[in-house]
């Protein structure tokens, strides 16, 4: 089966691969104890194959794409963080944090939660703490999007780095439309990704919960008409 590889390993893939080859062609040729060659040879192999599992890009479709106020995981990953907090960035209340931590061995596209219009986009610089800790999500670097669900709420996506996580990219921009099965960015190697949703959304997830990204239905909007006041 054909493996598609994200855009974002397809040069990391190829200069890795070149960089393998060329310590372990020379190491089988001129070193004579075979097994350290033979054992160098195995280790760049598991390398490699950890390296394109964790650029591989699985083709998702949301079941529920046919209901604008469904909430689809952005990562795949496990549930790390589901309580209320004050969101000071943009939306400057009280919201519902769902934080989705992501290990190396997880897939690390990042789709958009929910359909609506990019309203906000920004990088904001910072430290690389593990992203499993409550305050990675306001001190590590990170990438904040804001997105006008279809029942005209503001939900705050925002995607942060951990220990290893050293670049964070994100493609929409302000104006922009978004639906289920698009992507709005990429985090490299282990990081972590939240979303704030309105209090009173349906939560159908619960901490440690495994989810998939672009496919899991972790939460439901409210219809416009019943939001509390």
């Known amino acids: 089966m054909k493996v598609k590889i994200h855009r974002e390993g397809q040069n990391i893939i190829f200069v890795l691969l070149f960089i393998l080859l060329a310590i372990n062609v020379p190491a089988y040729m001129f070193i004579d104890y075979r097994p350290i060659s033979i054992a160098m040879i195995v280790v760049s192999v598991v390398m490699f194959l950890l390296v394109v599992n964790f650029f591989r890009l699985p083709k998702r479709h949301f079941k529920h794409c046919d209901d604008p106020l469904a909430v689809v995981a952005s990562v795949d990953g496990t549930v790390v963080a589901l309580e209320e907090v004050y969101e000071d960035e943009y939306l400057h209340c009280n919201m519902i944090q769902l934080s989705i931590f992501m290990s190396v061995f997880n897939v690390h596209a990042n789709w958009t939660p929910v359909a609506g219009l990019v309203k906000y986009v920004k990088h904001h610089a910072g430290r690389f ?95 416009a008409g019943e939001q509390k006041a």
């Open 129 to 223: 703490m593990a992203a499993y800790l409550p305050k990675s999500s306001t001190e590590n670097e990170r990438s904040a999007i804001v997105i006008e669900a279809a029942n005209g709420k503001d939900i705050l996506v925002r995607q942060i780095a951990g220990a290893v996580a050293r670049r964070i990219v994100t493609y929409v921009e302000p104006g922009e439309s978004v639906d289920f099965d698009d992507h709005i960015g990429f985090i490299k190697f282990g990081s972590r990704v939240d979303v704030y949703l309105p209090l009173d959304t349906e939560i159908y997830v619960k901490l440690g919960d495994k989810t998939w990204g672009g496919e899991t239905l972790v939460a439901r909007l409210k219809p």
